[in-house]
Protein backbone atom coordinates (compact mmCIF):
# COMPACT_ATOMS: atom_id res chain seq x y z
CA UNK A 1 0.00 0.00 0.00
CA UNK A 2 2.71 2.12 0.95
CA UNK A 3 6.13 2.87 -0.75
CA UNK A 4 9.30 4.96 -0.13
CA UNK A 5 12.43 5.53 -2.32
CA UNK A 6 15.12 2.96 -0.89
CA UNK A 7 18.71 3.20 -1.85
CA UNK A 8 21.16 -0.25 -1.26
CA UNK A 9 22.93 -0.29 1.85
CA UNK A 10 20.67 2.21 3.75
CA UNK A 11 20.03 0.82 7.35
CA UNK A 12 16.28 1.53 9.20
CA UNK A 13 15.54 1.62 12.65
CA UNK A 14 12.27 2.13 13.83
CA UNK A 15 10.52 0.93 17.08
CA UNK A 16 9.98 -2.85 17.18
CA UNK A 17 6.40 -4.06 18.57
CA UNK A 18 8.26 -5.89 21.23
CA UNK A 19 8.41 -2.86 23.18
CA UNK A 20 5.11 -2.42 24.07
CA UNK A 21 4.00 -5.38 26.32
CA UNK A 22 0.39 -3.84 27.46
CA UNK A 23 -1.29 -0.50 26.52
CA UNK A 24 0.19 2.03 27.33
CA UNK A 25 -1.24 5.50 28.65
CA UNK A 26 1.82 7.93 27.45
CA UNK A 27 3.12 9.87 24.46
CA UNK A 28 5.45 7.97 22.57
CA UNK A 29 7.91 9.15 19.91
CA UNK A 30 7.52 8.01 16.01
CA UNK A 31 10.52 8.77 13.64
CA UNK A 32 12.80 6.82 11.57
CA UNK A 33 16.14 8.03 10.22
CA UNK A 34 18.68 6.14 7.55
CA UNK A 35 22.66 6.45 7.40
CA UNK A 36 23.60 7.12 4.17
CA UNK A 37 27.66 6.50 3.70
CA UNK A 38 28.86 9.38 1.46
CA UNK A 39 32.29 9.05 0.55
CA UNK A 40 32.92 8.33 4.54
CA UNK A 41 30.66 10.94 5.31
CA UNK A 42 27.19 9.73 7.23
CA UNK A 43 24.65 11.87 6.03
CA UNK A 44 21.19 11.81 8.01
CA UNK A 45 18.23 10.96 5.80
CA UNK A 46 14.30 11.01 7.80
CA UNK A 47 11.76 9.05 6.62
CA UNK A 48 8.00 10.89 6.48
CA UNK A 49 6.04 8.66 8.90
CA UNK A 50 2.08 8.06 7.68
CA UNK A 51 -1.13 8.39 10.02
CA UNK A 52 -3.50 5.52 9.14
CA UNK A 53 -6.72 5.79 10.45
CA UNK A 54 -9.24 3.45 10.63
CA UNK A 55 -13.15 4.84 11.27
CA UNK A 56 -15.58 3.15 13.31
CA UNK A 57 -17.09 2.76 17.13
CA UNK A 58 -15.49 1.09 20.06
CA UNK A 59 -16.63 -1.75 22.16
CA UNK A 60 -18.28 -5.23 20.71
CA UNK A 61 -21.66 -3.52 20.51
CA UNK A 62 -20.11 -2.11 16.97
CA UNK A 63 -17.65 -5.49 16.03
CA UNK A 64 -18.46 -6.38 12.66
CA UNK A 65 -21.12 -4.10 11.72
CA UNK A 66 -20.79 -2.27 8.29
CA UNK A 67 -20.05 1.21 9.43
CA UNK A 68 -16.52 -0.26 11.37
CA UNK A 69 -14.68 -1.85 8.43
CA UNK A 70 -12.34 1.01 8.51
CA UNK A 71 -10.99 -0.43 12.17
CA UNK A 72 -11.11 -4.35 10.51
CA UNK A 73 -8.80 -2.64 7.88
CA UNK A 74 -6.47 -1.18 11.02
CA UNK A 75 -6.43 -4.73 12.17
CA UNK A 76 -5.58 -6.45 9.12
CA UNK A 77 -2.34 -3.52 8.60
CA UNK A 78 -1.48 -4.44 12.01
CA UNK A 79 -2.00 -8.33 11.87
CA UNK A 80 0.00 -8.36 8.78
CA UNK A 81 3.18 -6.08 9.47
CA UNK A 82 3.14 -7.46 12.71
CA UNK A 83 2.16 -3.93 14.54
CA UNK A 84 1.30 -3.89 18.08
CA UNK A 85 -2.17 -2.01 18.99
CA UNK A 86 -1.70 -1.17 22.49
CA UNK A 87 -0.91 2.36 23.36
CA UNK A 88 -3.84 4.99 24.49
CA UNK A 89 -3.10 8.68 22.94
CA UNK A 90 -5.46 11.31 22.22
CA UNK A 91 -8.54 9.31 22.25
CA UNK A 92 -7.44 6.72 20.05
CA UNK A 93 -6.05 3.15 20.38
CA UNK A 94 -2.62 3.30 17.82
CA UNK A 95 0.26 0.76 16.89
CA UNK A 96 4.02 1.87 15.46
CA UNK A 97 5.91 0.31 13.23
CA UNK A 98 7.09 0.17 9.07
CA UNK A 99 5.89 -1.05 6.49
CA UNK A 100 8.98 -2.21 4.38
CA UNK A 101 11.03 1.23 5.23
CA UNK A 102 7.74 3.48 5.86
CA UNK A 103 7.41 4.28 9.35
CA UNK A 104 3.61 3.77 10.13
CA UNK A 105 1.20 5.08 13.18
CA UNK A 106 -1.76 2.62 13.06
CA UNK A 107 -5.05 4.59 14.48
CA UNK A 108 -8.38 3.53 15.71
CA UNK A 109 -10.08 6.53 17.37
CA UNK A 110 -11.69 5.43 20.46
CA UNK A 111 -14.42 8.57 20.92
CA UNK A 112 -17.00 7.33 18.90
CA UNK A 113 -17.84 8.05 14.96
CA UNK A 114 -19.02 11.75 14.94
CA UNK A 115 -15.66 12.25 17.42
CA UNK A 116 -13.10 10.82 15.27
CA UNK A 117 -11.63 14.23 14.36
CA UNK A 118 -10.84 14.48 18.04
CA UNK A 119 -7.99 12.07 17.38
CA UNK A 120 -6.69 12.88 14.39
CA UNK A 121 -5.99 16.55 14.52
CA UNK A 122 -3.42 16.03 17.72
CA UNK A 123 -2.28 12.96 16.30
CA UNK A 124 -1.18 14.56 13.52
CA UNK A 125 -0.06 17.93 14.94
CA UNK A 126 1.91 15.78 17.54
CA UNK A 127 3.75 13.64 15.36
CA UNK A 128 3.87 16.51 12.63
CA UNK A 129 2.75 14.51 9.79
CA UNK A 130 1.83 16.06 6.85
CA UNK A 131 -2.10 15.72 5.46
CA UNK A 132 -0.68 14.09 1.93
CA UNK A 133 0.41 11.29 4.68
CA UNK A 134 -2.81 10.89 6.35
CA UNK A 135 -4.62 7.97 5.23
CA UNK A 136 -8.41 7.99 5.96
CA UNK A 137 -9.76 4.28 5.99
CA UNK A 138 -14.18 4.40 5.89
CA UNK A 139 -17.11 2.84 5.08
CA UNK A 140 -19.05 3.93 1.88
CA UNK A 141 -22.46 3.33 0.98
CA UNK A 142 -21.97 5.02 -2.60
CA UNK A 143 -20.09 2.13 -3.70
CA UNK A 144 -21.40 -1.64 -3.97
CA UNK A 145 -20.30 -3.98 -1.25
CA UNK A 146 -16.63 -5.42 -0.74
CA UNK A 147 -15.50 -2.26 -3.56
CA UNK A 148 -12.25 -0.74 -2.63
CA UNK A 149 -11.83 3.27 -3.80
CA UNK A 150 -8.21 5.51 -3.47
CA UNK A 151 -9.02 9.16 -3.68
CA UNK A 152 -6.19 11.32 -3.20
CA UNK A 153 -8.62 13.94 -1.59
CA UNK A 154 -12.23 15.26 -1.94
CA UNK A 155 -14.94 16.35 0.54
CA UNK A 156 -16.55 13.90 3.60
CA UNK A 157 -20.06 12.86 1.56
CA UNK A 158 -22.40 13.49 4.04
CA UNK A 159 -19.92 10.70 6.37
CA UNK A 160 -19.94 12.45 9.93
CA UNK A 161 -16.36 10.54 10.86
CA UNK A 162 -15.18 12.22 8.25
CA UNK A 163 -16.85 15.38 8.35
CA UNK A 164 -15.51 15.64 12.17
CA UNK A 165 -11.75 14.62 10.77
CA UNK A 166 -11.85 17.76 8.32
CA UNK A 167 -12.95 19.82 11.05
CA UNK A 168 -10.30 18.91 13.31
CA UNK A 169 -7.81 19.60 10.25
CA UNK A 170 -8.22 23.28 9.71
CA UNK A 171 -11.67 22.70 7.09
CA UNK A 172 -8.74 20.94 4.82
CA UNK A 173 -9.48 18.29 2.81
CA UNK A 174 -6.54 17.41 0.79
CA UNK A 175 -5.88 14.06 2.62
CA UNK A 176 -6.04 10.54 0.87
CA UNK A 177 -9.11 8.28 1.36
CA UNK A 178 -9.14 4.20 0.97
CA UNK A 179 -13.04 3.95 0.82
CA UNK A 180 -14.48 0.58 1.61
CA UNK A 181 -17.65 -0.18 -0.01
CA UNK A 182 -20.69 -1.30 2.23
CA UNK A 183 -23.50 -0.54 -0.45
CA UNK A 184 -27.18 1.19 -0.07
CA UNK A 185 -29.59 0.59 2.29
CA UNK A 186 -32.21 -1.51 0.72
CA UNK A 187 -36.00 -0.46 0.31
CA UNK A 188 -37.17 2.04 2.76
CA UNK A 189 -34.50 0.94 5.71
CA UNK A 190 -33.43 3.31 8.10
CA UNK A 191 -29.83 4.35 6.99
CA UNK A 192 -28.54 4.46 10.68
CA UNK A 193 -30.43 0.79 11.21
CA UNK A 194 -28.07 0.01 7.92
CA UNK A 195 -25.06 0.97 9.43
CA UNK A 196 -24.61 -0.21 12.44
CA UNK A 197 -26.24 -3.78 11.48
CA UNK A 198 -23.73 -6.72 10.83
CA UNK A 199 -23.02 -8.47 7.23
CA UNK A 200 -24.85 -10.70 6.06
CA UNK A 201 -22.54 -14.23 5.33
CA UNK A 202 -22.24 -13.33 1.40
CA UNK A 203 -21.98 -9.58 2.09
CA UNK A 204 -19.53 -10.76 5.23
CA UNK A 205 -17.38 -12.73 2.54
CA UNK A 206 -17.06 -9.75 -0.23
CA UNK A 207 -15.63 -7.84 2.53
CA UNK A 208 -13.61 -10.20 4.09
CA UNK A 209 -12.45 -10.93 0.26
CA UNK A 210 -11.40 -6.49 -0.16
CA UNK A 211 -9.41 -6.56 3.16
CA UNK A 212 -7.36 -9.41 1.87
CA UNK A 213 -6.91 -7.36 -1.59
CA UNK A 214 -6.10 -4.18 0.20
Not at 9 to 23: G, Q, V
Not at 66 to 72: A, I, K, L, P, Y
Not at 128 to 139: F, N, V
Not at 181 to 209: W, Y
Request: aromatic residues 6%; proline residues 7%; charged residues 20%.
Amino acid sequence: MLYAISTPRTCISCPRSSRFHRRNLVSVRLCVRASLPDNGNGVKVEYTPWLIVGLGNPGTKYHGTRHNVGFEMIDRIAQAEGVLMNTIQSKALIGIGCIGEVPILLAKPQAYMNFSGESVGPLAAHYKIPLRHILLIYDEMNLPNGILRVQPKGGHGHHNGVKSVMDHLDGCRDFPRLCIGIGNPPGTMDMKAFLLQRFSPTEREQVCHCLILA
